[in-house]
C-alpha cells in the first residue's frame, strides 16, 4: 500500500512580530497608508494564520495610519464575461435573477484570500459600496477612501484607488505579484487604454433585489506586470523575504504614473480620446 504523502517539516514558522520586523525593514512605519494584497500560502506557516498577519498590519500602522483592501465579489458579476468556468448561455437570466446582492458582512469573497476575509470583519473597517469591486479600509483614512465609489467606471477618478493616489498611499505585496495591484488600474483609465464595455451586478433596491447593468473598461492586469523591472531599475522597489514569501512594497503614485508612461507608448485606443 503507498504511504500517505506529507508535507516536509516546518523549520521557518513565522510570528507577529517578524512580520512587523519585515515591515519596518522595507521602511513602512507609523501612520503609512497601504494598500494591501497577500497571499497566506505564499509562508510555509504564519503561527496565528490570517489573524497574526491582518494584526501585524495594524500595528505597523497604527491607528494615526490607513489600510486599504479590494474585496471584490466576483460572484456579483456579468455571467456572460465568467471564463472559469464559462456559463452557458440559456442560463445567464436565470443567474442574474438568482445573484445575491453584495453584502459586506456575509458575501463570499472567493479568490480574494484569507487575510482580507479576517480584515473585513475587524471593528473599525468600513466598506465601500460597489456591487462588484468594493474596498474595505481602516483607520485615519479609511472613509474618506470608501466613501464615495462611482457605479460606472468604479476604479476611475470617484474611487478609492483614486484617493490612494491623492494621499500618495502605497502598496505591500505579501507573496502576491503586480498583476494583483488594483490601484494600478487607475491608469488603464487616465490613458483610455482599454475599450468600454457594459458590465452587471445585482443590488438592493427600494423594491427588492434588481439586476444593474453599468459601464466599465476591459480592465486587463497581466500588462501591470511589465511595470515591475521599470521601478525596480528606477529604485522604486522594495523587496523583502519572509518565511518562504516573497513581499515587495512601492508608491501607488510611481506605480501608475510608470503604468500611464508605459500605456501612453503602447495605447491602441487613442481613437475615443
Known amino acids: 500500500m503507498q504511504e500517505e504523502a506529507f508535507p516536509q517539516e516546518i523549520t521557518d514558522p513565522v510570528t507577529k512580530k517578524q512580520l512587523i520586523d519585515t515591515f519596518h525593514q522595507l521602511g513602512i512605519g507609523k501612520s503609512a497608508i497601504l494598500e494591501v494584497h497577500s497571499k497566506l500560502s505564499s509562508f510555509h506557516y504564519v503561527i496565528g494564520g490570517?489573524?497574526?498577519?491582518?494584526?501585524?498590519?495594524?500595528?505597523?500602522?497604527?491607528?494615526?495610519?490607513t489600510l486599504l483592501m479590494p474585496m471584490q465579489c466576483g460572484d456579483n458579476s456579468e455571467p456572460s464575461d465568467w471564463s472559469?468556468?464559462?456559463i452557458a448561455p440559456e442560463i445567464y437570466k436565470e443567474i442574474r435573477e438568482s445573484i445575491p446582492p453584495f453584502d459586506a458582512k456575509t458575501s463570499d469573497l472567493r479568490k480574494m484570500g484569507a487575510v482580507v476575509e479576517n480584515f473585513v470583519h475587524r471593528p473599525g473597517v468600513v466598506v465601500s459600496n460597489h456591487p462588484s469591486v468594493s474596498y474595505a479600509a481602516w483607520g485615519r483614512y479609511a472613509k474618506l477612501l470608501c466613501n464615495r465609489q462611482?457605479?460606472?467606471?468604479?476604479?476611475?477618478?470617484?474611487?478609492?484607488t483614486a484617493r490612494l493616489y491623492e494621499l500618495k498611499?502605497?502598496?505591500?505585496?505579501?507573496?502576491?505579484d503586480f498583476d494583483t495591484c488594483t490601484c494600478m488600474h487607475l491608469a488603464e483609465y487616465k490613458c483610455d487604454a482599454r475599450p468600454i464595455e457594459v458590465m452587471g451586478a445585482c443590488v438592493a433596491g427600494e423594491n427588492?433585489?434588481?439586476?444593474?447593468?453599468?459601464?466599465d473598461l476591459a480592465l486587463d492586469?497581466?500588462?501591470?506586470?511589465?511595470i515591475k523591472p521599470l521601478l525596480s531599475r528606477r529604485r522604486k522597489l522594495h523587496e523583502a523575504s519572509l518565511g518562504g514569501s516573497r513581499i515587495m512594497y512601492f508608491s501607488s503614485a510611481d506605480a501608475v504614473d510608470e503604468a500611464c508612461r508605459y500605456f501612453e507608448?503602447?495605447?491602441?485606443?487613442d481613437l475615443y480620446r
Open 50 to 65: 490570517a489573524r497574526t498577519v491582518v494584526d501585524a498590519l495594524m500595528e505597523t500602522v497604527g491607528e494615526g495610519g
Open 221 to 226: 492586469s497581466d500588462e501591470f506586470l511589465k
Open 84 to 86: 472559469n468556468p464559462p
Open 169 to 176: 498611499g502605497n502598496v505591500l505585496l505579501i507573496g502576491t
Open 150 to 160: 462611482s457605479m460606472h467606471f468604479p476604479l476611475a477618478e470617484e474611487s478609492p
Open 208 to 215: 427588492g433585489n434588481e439586476w444593474k447593468k453599468y459601464l
Open 265 to 269: 507608448k503602447t495605447c491602441v485606443y
